[in-house]
């Protein structure tokens, strides 16, 4: 059973950095694709960064060339490193695995999800 934590959340200011990981159990990411996910109140879960298991990426359009999704294998990590955040980018962040590694698609397995709040 995949399991996925994430941490790395918080307040922070416009214009500001926050990096979040994404912690898994259970199994060998290696060969699972890979995303953050985040979900603004009332609004649809929306695709933020994916990661095949071959590490092709894919974005957001909202989120290119600020965000910067990463694994570590050996570690069992996924990463996203936020620049330039903005208020519009507050949201809970969820971390997903899924076991197609050659998708961008998400998968089955989410994690709790770590709260981002942008705000001066």
């Known amino acids: 059973q995949v399991q996925l934590v994430e941490s790395g959340g918080g307040l922070v200011q416009p214009g500001g950095s926050l990096r979040l990981s994404c912690a898994a159990s259970?199994?060998?990411?290696?060969?699972?694709?890979m995303g953050w996910y985040r979900q603004a109140p009332g609004k649809p879960r929306e695709l933020v960064a994916a990661?095949?298991?071959?590490?092709?990426?894919h974005y957001g359009d909202s989120v290119k060339d600020r965000f910067t999704i990463s694994r570590d294998n050996a570690k069992n990590m996924l990463y996203l490193q936020m620049s330039s955040l903005k208020p519009e980018d507050t949201a809970v962040y969820y971390c997903?695995?899924?076991?197609?590694?050659?998708?961008?698609?998400?998968?089955?397995?989410w994690g709790q999800g770590t709260q981002v709040t942008v705000s001066s």
């Open positions: 997903n695995a899924n076991p197609y590694g050659g998708t961008y698609l998400p998968g089955g397995y």
């Open positions: 259970g199994t060998l990411l290696s060969r699972y694709a």
């Open positions: 990661v095949t298991s071959g590490g092709n990426t």
